[in-house]
C-alpha cells in the first residue's frame, strides 16, 4: 500500500518547534514528508536516521540542514544557507538552488548535490572510512578554501555555465590547501598554477576515476533534471594530495622535534 | 554570530519599519537579547537641515548635564523625550532627542572646521566629559536606535512602527568579547556614517590608536565603533571615494595585488594599503554601512562572515541569511553573495534636497 505524504505548514513555526513535529510524524511511521513555508528554520533532517525517509523542503532552510544525518534523502525546493549536510553520515541532500559557506564540513558519507553555484569552504575537512565515501557535486562554481584539508570522498565543481574565472576560488594558494586524502574535480576550467594550496596536485583523470565522476554527475543530473552527456564530455582536472602528509616538512624545520626538550 | 539586515529605496521612498524588522527578526537565533538596533534615514522630514542628536543617559541628572553641553555649544531647535514603550522593557536609560543648529559665530568653531567636524568633535567632548551621558545618533534627518534586547523588543521600545524612512538598517547582536550594554548595542554612528557589524574586528588595537590621534573618542568598549569613525575620516576627511575606503579597510592581498594585469590600479591599492595600514580591519567580518548617499555591504577579503544581498524595482536588500532577504520581499528574482571583499554599493538615483553629492 503506498503511503500518503504528510505535508506541515512551516510558516511563523520556530525551528526547535518544527524539527520536533518532523519527528513526531516520523515515529508515527510517516516517510513521505513536505515542509511547506519554511524560511531559515535551522537543523532540518539534523539527526535523523530513517534511511527511507524523503523529506521534502519547499522555501528556504536555514543553517546546518541535514547536519549528523544518516540516510534520510532531503531535497529542497529552494536555495539552501550555510553548512549544508555538516557532518553528515548517510543519505541524500539535493538543492534546487544555491548553496552558502562551508557546505559538507567534515562530511562522512551520503551525497550533496548544489544545483548552483556554493560559497566559501566547501568540503573542508570532508573524509571518508573505508565504504563510507562522501560525494559532492556543485553545479556552478565555489569559492576560496575549496577542499581546505580535505581527508576523503569525492568533489566534483560541474561548472556547467563554463565559467573562466573564478570557478573554484580566487585568492592564492586556498584551493585544497593542506590535501591529504580525497579527491577534486572540475570541469572545463584551466585551473591557474597560484591557485592550489600547500599538499595539492593536478593530474589528468584516468579512467577509474572518469567512471566514477560519471556515476556521480548522472546521479546529479537525475535530481534537477539535466541531460548528463554534454556535462560529461567537457574536460576535467583531478586535484589530489601530492602525499599524505602535506605539511611535513613545512612545521619539521620551523619545530625541530630534537630541540633538547625530551 | 550577529545578524544584519538592510534595506534601501534608491527612489527614497518612505515606509515604517515593519519589513526590516520582520528581517531581523527571522535571524532571532544569531543573537542572545544582550543587543539590537536600528538606524533609518529620511524620517525627520521638517529638521531634514538641523543635526538631531539622540542621547541616552543613565539618568536625569546626566540628561539635564548633557543638555546643558548641548546648549553650549549648538542652537537647540527642538528637545524632546524620544518616546519609548516601557512595557517593551523596563529597565532602560534615559533617552532624549535635540534638534540642533551650529553656531553661526565662527569664533566657537575650532580650527576653521565645517559644520560636521565641529558637531562631531562637540559629540566625542561630550561623551567624553559628560559623565553618564552618550551622544549615539548625530547625524542630519536620520536616526539610530539601540539597545539591551532582542530585535522585537528593541523594535516595539522604540515604536519604530511610526517611523518613517527610506533606508533601513538593523542588527541582532550576540556579544563575543565585550559586554552587553545599551551603548555596545549596534548601530554605530558618527554623523551620517551608520555601520552594523557580524565579526570582531582583531586589529581595533591598532585602528583605536590610528583614530585617537585623529581626534575620534573611542568609548563604547567595543571594537565594531571603530568602523564608523574610520568612514568618517577617510570619505568625509580624506574624500575617498566609497570603494576606494572600502579597498582600504578589506584590501585584497598582496599577492592578488600584484597579479593585476592594470598598473594603474594596481598602483592605487598598493598606495591605499601603504597609507592607510593602521586604518586596515583584520579578522572576520561582513559590515553594512549607511550614509547620506546611499547604503553598502562589506565583507573581509577571506568571507569568514555571512552576506547576501538582493537589488528589485528599485530596491536594494542585505542580510546575513538569504532567508532573510525574502521577508522583505517574497518575489525576489535573483540572490547575489557578494564575494569576499567586494563591496556592494547602493546608491540613491538622487542626492537629498539638502545633501552633499558623494561619489562611489
Given at each position: 500500500?503506498?503511503?500518503?505524504?504528510?505535508?506541515?505548514?512551516?510558516?511563523?513555526?520556530?525551528?526547535?518547534?518544527?524539527?520536533?513535529?518532523?519527528?513526531?510524524?516520523?515515529?508515527?511511521?510517516?516517510?513521505?514528508?513536505?515542509?511547506?513555508?519554511?524560511?531559515?528554520?535551522?537543523?532540518?533532517?539534523?539527526?535523523?536516521?530513517?534511511?527511507?525517509?524523503?523529506?521534502?523542503?519547499?522555501?528556504?532552510?536555514?543553517?546546518?540542514?541535514?547536519?549528523?544525518?544518516?540516510?534520510?534523502?532531503?531535497?529542497?525546493?529552494?536555495?539552501?544557507?550555510n553548512a549544508i549536510a555538516n557532518t553528515m553520515d548517510s543519505g541524500t541532500v539535493a538543492v534546487h538552488g544555491m548553496g552558502g559557506d562551508a557546505l559538507?564540513?567534515?562530511?562522512?558519507?551520503?551525497?550533496?548535490?548544489?544545483?548552483?553555484?556554493?560559497?566559501?569552504?566547501?568540503?573542508?575537512?570532508?573524509?571518508?572510512?573505508r565504504e563510507l565515501k562522501p560525494g559532492v557535486v556543485v553545479g556552478g562554481t565555489a569559492g576560496d578554501f575549496l577542499g581546505e584539508y580535505m581527508a576523503g570522498g569525492t568533489m566534483v565543481i560541474l561548472n556547467r555555465y563554463n565559467e573562466q574565472e573564478s570557478v573554484c576560488g580566487q585568492a592564492d594558494k586556498t584551493l585544497a590547501t593542506g590535501i591529504h586524502a580525497g579527491e577534486i574535480y572540475i570541469f572545463n576550467y584551466d585551473v591557474p598554477g597560484f591557485l592550489p594550496g600547500i599538499g595539492a596536485r593536478l593530474l589528468p583523470p584516468d579512467k577509474a576515476d572518469t567512471e566514477r565522476v560519471r556515476s556521480l554527475v548522472e546521479e546529479y543530473c537525475h535530481y534537477f533534471g539535466f541531460d548528463p552527456t554534454p556535462l560529461l564530455t567537457r574536460e576535467m582536472v583531478k586535484i589530489i594530495p601530492a602525499g599524505s602528509r602535506p605539511f611535513h616538512k613545512f612545521y619539521c624545520s620551523a619545530y625541530p622535534v630534537h630541540a633538547g626538550l625530551s | 554570530m550577529c545578524g544584519i539586515a538592510g534595506l534601501i529605496s534608491l527612489n527614497r521612498i518612505r515606509e515604517n519599519g515593519s519589513r526590516i524588522k520582520k528581517a531581523i527578526v527571522l535571524q532571532n537565533e544569531r543573537g542572545n537579547g544582550l543587543g539590537a538596533g536600528y538606524g533609518v534615514y529620511g524620517i525627520y522630514p521638517g529638521y531634514e537641515n538641523l543635526y538631531a542628536i539622540h542621547i541616552?543617559?543613565?539618568?536625569?541628572?546626566?540628561?539635564?548635564?548633557?543638555?546643558?553641553?548641548?546648549?553650549?555649544?549648538?542652537?537647540?531647535?527642538?528637545?524632546?523625550?524620544?518616546?519609548?514603550?516601557?512595557?517593551?522593557i523596563r529597565d532602560h536609560p534615559y533617552f532624549q532627542r535635540f534638534f540642533v543648529e551650529t553656531p553661526e559665530s565662527p569664533a566657537l568653531c575650532s580650527g576653521g572646521q565645517n559644520e560636521d567636524g565641529y558637531v562631531l568633535e562637540k559629540m566625542m567632548l561630550m561623551n567624553k566629559e559628560v559623565s553618564g551621558a552618550n551622544a549615539f545618533s548625530s547625524g542630519k534627518d536620520m536616526g539610530v536606535f539601540k539597545g539591551v534586547g532582542t530585535p522585537r523588543d528593541i523594535y516595539d521600545f522604540f515604536m519604530l512602527d511610526h517611523y518613517e524612512g527610506y533606508?533601513?538598517?538593523?542588527?541582532?547582536?550576540?556579544?563575543?568579547?565585550?559586554?552587553?550594554?545599551?551603548?555596545?548595542?549596534?548601530?554605530?554612528?558618527?554623523?551620517?556614517?551608520?555601520?552594523?557589524?557580524?565579526?570582531?574586528?582583531?586589529?581595533?588595537?591598532?585602528?583605536?590608536?590610528?583614530?585617537e590621534a585623529q581626534g575620534y573618542f573611542c568609548h563604547l568598549q567595543t571594537d565594531s565603533e571603530v568602523i564608523a569613525y574610520l568612514f568618517d575620516l577617510l570619505v568625509r576627511r580624506h574624500g575617498l571615494g566609497i570603494l576606494e575606503a572600502a579597498a582600504a579597510l578589506a584590501p585584497p592581498y598582496w599577492a592578488t595585488v600584484e597579479r593585476l594585469e592594470d598598473s594603474e590600479r594596481q598602483e592605487q591599492l598598493r598606495l591605499l594599503r601603504i597609507i592607510y595600514e593602521p586604518a586596515m580591519l583584520n579578522g572576520p567580518f561582513a559590515v553594512l554601512a549607511a550614509f547620506s548617499g546611499g547604503m553598502f555591504s562589506l565583507t573581509d577579503n577571506t568571507k569568514l562572515r555571512p552576506m547576501t544581498m538582493a537589488s528589485q524595482d528599485d530596491y536594494t536588500?542585505?542580510?546575513?541569511?538569504?532567508?532573510?532577504?525574502?521577508?522583505?520581499?517574497?518575489?525576489?528574482?535573483?540572490?547575489?553573495?557578494?564575494?569576499?571583499?567586494?563591496?556592494?554599493?547602493?546608491?540613491?538615483?538622487?542626492?537629498?534636497?539638502?545633501?552633499?553629492?558623494?561619489t562611489a
Open positions: 500500500m503506498e503511503r500518503l505524504s504528510t505535508v506541515l505548514d512551516a510558516k511563523g513555526v520556530d525551528y526547535r518547534q518544527l524539527n520536533d513535529m518532523v519527528r513526531a510524524c516520523l515515529a508515527q511511521g510517516e516517510r513521505h514528508i513536505v515542509l511547506r513555508h519554511v524560511r531559515g528554520q535551522r537543523y532540518l533532517g539534523a539527526g535523523l536516521t530513517a534511511g527511507d525517509l524523503l523529506l521534502e523542503v519547499e522555501g528556504v532552510p536555514g543553517e546546518d540542514l541535514a547536519f549528523c544525518m544518516g540516510g534520510p534523502t532531503i531535497i529542497v525546493h529552494g536555495h539552501g544557507q559538507a564540513y567534515g562530511m562522512r558519507g551520503g551525497r550533496l548535490f548544489i544545483r548552483d553555484s556554493v560559497g566559501y569552504r566547501v568540503g573542508i575537512h570532508m573524509k571518508e572510512y | 541616552m543617559a543613565s539618568s536625569e541628572e546626566a540628561i539635564n548635564q548633557a543638555a546643558v553641553f548641548i546648549r553650549r555649544w549648538f542652537k537647540v531647535q527642538k528637545q524632546e523625550p524620544i518616546p519609548v514603550w516601557e512595557k517593551a533606508s533601513w538598517l538593523a542588527h541582532n547582536r550576540f556579544p563575543t568579547n565585550t559586554p552587553g550594554w545599551w551603548g555596545g548595542a549596534h548601530p554605530f554612528n558618527a554623523l551620517d556614517w551608520s555601520i552594523v557589524h557580524n565579526g570582531e574586528i582583531s586589529s581595533y588595537g591598532i585602528n583605536r590608536r590610528y583614530l536588500y542585505f542580510a546575513s541569511e538569504l532567508s532573510a532577504l525574502y521577508e522583505m520581499r517574497e518575489d525576489l528574482q535573483q540572490i547575489v553573495t557578494p564575494r569576499a571583499g567586494e563591496p556592494v554599493v547602493a546608491l540613491y538615483h538622487e542626492p537629498a534636497a539638502s545633501g552633499e553629492g558623494v
